[in-house]
């Protein structure tokens, strides 16, 4: 602390003695902060060779951060340009240890002087785009320690730009301790390549996800969300801390334009889609034009297509726009949540956590604090995860053990003893009165047993597997009750497929309720293919009567409903009434053909 006190007075006693005081001046202290980002630069526009002296007169230059495209300054994006930069060491520096600067990018080619010295650069600057050759980014340049003694030092940057659209100085360029910057890139760049490994993996992961529950397509979008999040992370550590050619620099910013954009709009469309949020549609379509805005235009700024003046308003409502998906994704999570669906709150508190990731990088400029925030809300997200897969999974067995138990039922109703002596008297009847007709009910009988047997456990059969079925029991009962039943078939092309037992249930129906005062009964199945799924019609000439007798929660149609849920959750319809001259049951769903 005494030691600061001296240096702050000899500083003083110094400024007011040797000099006069000069507010550019900026004091350098290594020890207590060993990488120290240089802004704050005077410039001048054009070339002379008198401007790397330190002696040099530049109080006339303009004032100029140092950052950013030249054209945003209302100036010419091609050109040469000096920048300077007054430095002052008030005491010795580590015997041990050497200076260097950091260079992130200068577009497209520069030299550093330090103190009228040449001692870097980055490429070949020139006076036009033959002579200029292009350099490279993410560059450490030592000081040499005979250049780094006590006192006031001149750093000069001659920058030239002819390959690229705008000249630019990609703040900050840096200067400590050539092993603390070195320490500090290589901590950078580690976590820039672990993270981007972690949201690659999680991509995958929710991938995995989605290839083993079809149905769950959302997951889809994230895993879009996060192999963005990979790729834009990635190509922004190339263009930061490994050594690219600068001419291609724009067009590396520009490509990373896509992961970015697909980051502002995968997030919160995932959550609306995930919990099924009311004006999901909507909403989409405003995020994606809002993202399509704020990505777009700025880029055409640069390429000056519209005005360069724009180009801070749309920066900014980038930044907005950002705090906007991450807003619409938490009002989701929080809809979600008071609506009781499972996963939301984690869901709900993983966004928070990075939205406060999300604050420290644009606020605090915590490098990768974004990424920080995203890999908490990937926990809490993991665990919403693996509370949904837990409660589907456990309704799809409780779904199964109801199926098995309906379909049991049914299996039990077709083949208990009342209608097996009843088709035994029958048969022994029509034994003694005309044994052709006995045979053709065994052999009915035969294949309608044979089929139901072989259609139980499955999940999905052919249609016409379904129709032979429907068939064979029509000849049964016609050859029962000495009645006339006949079905006929339009629209079926071979490749549609469906839960078993589903039409025969609703033709056991018709004729248990429908025909009682009718010795002749048609059943017309109908077959409409829809765009993504199938529409099938069954209509029988029956009475009305089975308006009144019909059950609504009777087995065969808690049967038809819960397979249908099993095989298309959610994407069916049912209904069934009364027509114009008899009883229609129509069933839509999608995913219908192999």
């Not at 991509?203 to 769950?216: M, Q, R, T, V, W």
């Not at 083949?415 to 009910?441: C, G, M, R, T, Y």
């Not at 065969?556 to 114009?580: I, Q, T």
């Amino acid at each position: 602390m005494k030691k600061n006190i001296i240096i702050w007075v000899v500083i003083g006693i110094y400024s007011l003695i040797a000099q006069p005081i000069d507010e550019s001046v900026e004091y350098f202290f290594p020890d207590e902060v060993p990488v120290s980002n240089l802004l704050g630069w005077k410039v001048a526009y054009g070339d002379s060779c008198y401007w790397s002296n330190p002696e040099y007169n530049d109080s006339l230059w303009e004032e100029n951060p140092g950052i950013g495209l030249w054209v945003i300054e209302g100036k010419s994006g091609k050109g040469v340009r000096w920048y300077r930069k007054t430095l002052f060491f008030p005491e010795p520096l580590d015997s041990l240890a050497s200076l260097a600067l950091y260079q992130i990018a200068v577009v497209s080619a520069n030299e550093i002087y330090w103190d009228g010295k040449l001692i870097a650069r980055s490429g070949q600057p020139g006076l036009d785009k033959k002579s200029e050759r292009t350099g490279l980014s993410g560059q450490v340049f030592p000081v040499p320690r005979s250049l780094t003694t006590p006192g006031k030092h001149v750093i000069a940057l001659r920058v030239s730009n002819f390959h690229s659209i705008s000249g630019v100085i990609q703040a900050p360029l840096q200067l400590g301790y050539f092993a603390k910057i070195n320490e500090s890139l290589f901590r950078v760049q580690g976590l820039s390549i672990f993270f981007a490994g972690i949201f690659f993996l999680t991509a995958l992961f929710h991938f995995a996800i989605l290839l083993g529950h079809g149905n769950k397509w959302p997951y889809a979008l994230f895993s879009a969300f996060c192999l963005s999040c990979a790729v834009h992370i990635f190509i922004r550590g190339l263009l930061r801390y490994f050594q690219i050619d600068l001419a291609h620099y724009y067009t590396l910013a520009a490509v990373n334009d896509i992961p970015w954009f697909l980051m502002l709009v995968l997030l919160p469309v995932f959550f609306l889609f995930e919990f099924s949020s009311p004006y999901k549609k909507r909403l989409t379509t405003i995020i994606i034009i809002s993202g399509l805005v704020v990505v777009i235009f700025p880029r055409l700024a640069t390429f000056g297509i519209v005005p360069i003046s724009w180009l801070n308003t749309f920066e900014s409502a980038n930044r907005i726009n950002v705090y906007f998906t991450i807003a619409v994704s938490i009002a989701v999570a929080v809809w979600a949540s008071y609506h009781r669906k499972i996963g939301s709150l984690s869901a709900c508190i993983g966004l928070l956590a990075f939205l406060v990731g999300v604050f420290f990088s644009s606020r605090a400029n915590v490098e990768n604090g974004w990424a920080i925030g995203f890999a908490v809300m990937n926990i809490f997200l993991t665990l919403s995860l693996s509370n949904q897969m837990a409660y589907r999974n456990r309704t799809h067995h409780e779904a199964e053990l109801r199926n098995a138990r309906l379909e049991l039922e049914l299996l039990k109703k077709h083949i208990q003893p009342h209608f097996l002596l009843n088709s035994l008297n029958s048969i022994i009847a029509w034994l003694e009165e005309d044994p052709p007709v006995a045979a053709k009910l065994v052999n009915s009988l035969a294949d309608e047993l044979r089929m139901l047997l072989a259609f139980s456990g499955k999940k999905l059969i052919p249609l016409s597997n379904e129709i032979g079925l429907c068939k064979a029991h029509l000849n049964v009962m016609s050859l029962r009750q000495d009645k006339n039943f006949s079905m006929t078939v339009e629209g079926i092309n071979g490749s549609e497929m469906l839960p078993p037992l589903i039409i025969h249930t609703l033709v056991e129906n018709g004729l248990t309720h429908g025909y009682s005062q009718k010795d002749i009964g048609i059943f017309k199945l109908t077959c409409t293919h829809l765009k993504k799924g199938l529409k099938l019609a069954l209509f029988n000439d029956s009475t009305c009567e089975q308006k009144q007798n019909l059950p609504e929660d009777g087995t065969g149609l808690k049967y038809v409903k819960m397979r249908l849920e099993e095989a298309f959750s959610s994407s069916w319809k049912f209904s069934h009434g009364p027509v114009d001259g008899g009883w229609e049951a129509v069933i839509e769903y999608k995913g219908a053909t192999t």
